[in-house]
């Protein structure tokens, strides 16, 4: 990423492979933050980056950003991406947003009162589940059976799910398939994505029922996904 300007100053977090300055060779630390300019930086492949730039500054904090804590940062931004890994919907995806840039912005200056532990362990039971859900996108929802591969009894992992995500175990399967309906729209490469077809592609036959739900969860409608994708496009193109 070369030359990107930066009015206030950026929090980074760095999940997976390394990042540097190019120039001067440094590499960035995780929970890292830069203060406002140009900012230039190399990825490496099996990079992934999260960056956060708030809007508004309270009191001092833009003065005295230096002071926070790595430590501080970085625990913010895990519990932020565990929570919002579970989200049941667009407005509870905002309302962990507001609140990881508030914990940055308001209260990254001091250690007090701050639990650096705060990302729950998955039961690895549930997470047995989990994975068997995300990974394999054929699989039709079958409770008795994703109880049997998790080892747990079906009641058992149905109050797992709920105490550890919010979710019950077929919400949380249906919130994977609208995002992988999702992904199939943004990284379409043809002019007009079929939102039918990718949508019953996932188990959804009724189209009014699938737009309703996917609004929820992304605070858009399918159409509106593929319209700011190619308005998008279209900038890009125009730039290029």
Request: net charge positive.
């Amino acid at each position: 990423m070369n030359g990107w300007h930066a009015s206030k100053p950026v929090w980074l977090r760095i999940l997976n492979g390394g990042m540097q300055s190019p120039d001067e060779g440094i590499p960035f630390a995780p929970g890292d933050a830069r203060s406002p300019g140009s900012l230039t930086f190399q990825l490496s492949a099996d990079s992934q980056v999260a960056l956060v730039i708030p809007r508004e500054w309270s009191g001092d904090a833009e003065t005295e950003w230096r002071r926070g804590s790595r430590s501080r940062i970085c625990a913010l931004f895990d519990r932020f991406l565990f929570q919002v890994a579970f989200a049941r919907s667009h407005a509870q995806s905002v309302a962990s947003a507001r609140k990881l840039i508030n914990g940055l912005v308001r209260n990254s200056l001091s250690e007090e009162g701050v639990d650096l532990c705060c990302v729950p362990t998955l039961d690895r039971r549930l997470q047995r589940a989990i994975e068997k859900i995300e990974q394999e996108s054929d699989w039709e929802f079958d409770l008795p059976q994703l109880a049997r591969h998790s080892g747990v009894s079906e009641r058992n992992l149905y109050y797992l799910m709920r105490r550890e995500t919010g979710l019950t175990p077929y919400r949380f399967y249906q919130r994977c398939r609208l995002i992988r309906v999702r992904r199939r729209l943004v990284d379409c490469q043809c002019d007009i994505p079929h939102i039918s077809w990718y949508a019953a592609d996932e188990g959804f036959s009724h189209l009014g029922r699938f737009a309703a739900l996917y609004r929820e969860h992304f605070g858009e409608l399918p159409s509106q996904t593929v319209q700011w994708r190619r308005s998008l496009l279209e900038t890009t193109s125009a730039f290029a």
